[in-house]
């Protein structure tokens, strides 16, 4: 690795440290979330300062050329990174489930309720719906 | 006993007025429960018009998001039986209380009427057909329980089988799947025979690609059910 193309990796992991960083500090990620993120980037960023663990490992595996470790972690990263979004997501999906659902059974029971008092029916069949 | 019918709805605006008509006639000691899946046509102003009892939900969920708001409503409202009904017409309502004879007398907890017992009625088309057997094969391998029409969504069940439905419930395609899912509960399960219609008005929602789709998800689903943590 020229001392250019190091500079130039070590300034962009900067850059995307403080960007995460800076989420973490308005609020706007979770930290569980940004864990992940925090940590691979820590990882690069030790390894753009200290190129010769790259070789090491490279040496290690029976990988010819160094870059392809990079290459091979970054993958690796991103595929951990993907399936815990994917976990997240389901969960995520489970609980959008469940409020709609009791959305609208407590908007059936309130419907009811204003009959029972001669109120009229608040109309949710067109106006809750979204897109 | 109190018994409520879950009918899950999209689109069907043209149904629902006289379905819900049917089912007071001929079936009058039933409750129903409409549950109106985001339609994008005027099942909402139908309901609104003949006074039908209905639930919204304002994003579309999917027929097993709608099913289990059903199962949910039955019970917080605290009936002893819920039994699924096609919003299109499809199902026969003076079949009901044969569906549920079964859980009056406690000999099962969930029972599927099933058109291919006596193969009377509306039949489905032959490539269809082949598939529910495929289906039927499968769910036998796994449990050895004889089930003809997996696929039927005209279903009943007792409160035991609402409690496992309202924690979990197959997001689509689900009716072959809690099959798979109530035998792993170690529940009875039982077929009854009915004649189903031809759907009254609208179209399948399983057209275009989807059964190669269905096929694949229902197939692995009821594989990996039998592979889920089994309950005490």
């Known amino acids: 690795m020229s001392l250019f193309t190091q500079i130039f990796v070590i300034l962009i992991i900067v850059a995307f440290l403080l960007y995460a960083f800076s989420k973490l500090r308005k609020e706007q990620i979770e930290f569980k979330y940004a864990f992940v993120w925090l940590f691979s980037g820590i990882v690069i960023l030790i390894l753009s300062i200290f190129p010769g663990i790259l070789a090491w490992m490279a040496a290690m595996i029976g990988v010819g050329l160094p870059l392809n470790i990079v290459f091979f972690l970054g993958i690796i990263l991103n595929l951990i990174i993907s399936f815990a979004l994917t976990v997240t997501y389901s969960k995520l999906k489970n609980m959008i489930y469940r409020l709609t659902q009791m959305n609208a059974i407590l908007d059936n029971e309130l419907n009811k309720l204003r009959s029972e008092v001669n109120l009229p029916p608040i109309d949710a069949g067109e106006t809750g719906k979204q897109g | 006993m109190r018994k409520l019918l879950i009918i899950p709805a999209y689109n069907e605006a043209d149904n629902l007025a006289a379905l819900v008509r049917e089912i ?36 579309n969920l999917g027929i097993g998001g709608a099913v289990q708001t059903g199962y949910l409503y039955a019970i917080r409202h605290n009936y002893d039986i819920a039994i699924q009904i096609d919003g299109d017409g499809q199902h026969d309502p003076a079949y009901l209380d044969a569906l549920i004879m079964p859980l009056v007398e406690d000999e099962a907890d969930f029972t599927i ?22 289906l039927d094969t499968i769910l036998k391998t796994g449990t050895g329980l004889d089930i003809t029409d997996a696929t039927s969504g005209f279903r009943a069940c007792n409160q035991k089988v609402m409690q496992i439905f309202v924690s979990y419930y197959p997001k689509d395609y689900p009716e072959p799947e809690t099959i798979a899912d109530l035998y792993r509960h170690k529940l009875r399960i039982l077929e009854v025979p009915v004649i189903m219609r031809e759907r009254q008005s609208g179209v399948s929602s399983i057209r275009f690609f989807k059964p190669a789709y269905y096929m694949m998800k229902v197939t692995l689903s009821i594989i990996i059910s039998h592979l889920k943590v089994k309950k005490k």
């Open chain 2, 113 to 134: 009427g099933s058109r291919f017992i006596e193969n009377e009625g509306f039949q489905s088309s032959g490539l269809r057909r082949a598939g529910i057997r495929w």
């Open chain 2, 24 to 59: 007071q006639t001929k079936a009058p000691g039933y409750d129903y429960i409409i549950i109106n899946d985001g339609s994008t046509d005027h099942t909402a102003k139908v309901c609104c018009q003949h006074q039908l009892n209905v639930i919204h939900l304002g994003n």
